[in-house]
Nanobody, 116 residues
């Protein structure tokens, strides 16, 4: 079992910055692929970024150069640093943990709103 708790969401002005954290508990959390998804109102949930246990990262095209995903395996925490935020980044952001066996775990989500 992996339990995920996100934090750090909130309201930010366009072109502002915000950082999200996801604390994972569970004996295999440090070996899992960690991912950030987001879901905007009326839209499907989409993958924003992921990071392997070795630190290899991938990003969705619209966030490349603006978002940075990182992880601290000692703290079982994954981060998403977001810069140059746009109104279209407004969404509920979810942390996801994918085990080597293919099992998915989800956090409860944290709201990010980009608005002036």
């Amino acid at each position: 079992q992996v339990h995920l708790v996100e934090s750090g969401g909130g309201l930010v002005q366009p072109w502002g910055s915000l950082g999200l954290s996801c604390a994972a508990s569970g004996t295999t959390a440090s070996t899992n692929l960690m991912r950030w998804y987001r879901q905007a109102p009326g839209k499907q949930r989409e993958l924003v970024a992921d990071i392997s246990n070795l630190g290899i990262t991938n990003y969705e095209d619209s966030v490349k150069g603006r978002f940075t995903i990182s992880r601290d395996n000692a703290k079982n925490t994954v981060y998403l640093q977001m810069h140059s935020l746009k109104p279209e980044d407004t969404a509920v952001y979810y942390c996801n943990s994918l085990t080597p066996s293919g099992r998915n775990y989800w956090g409860q989500g944290t709201q990010v709103t980009v608005s002036s």
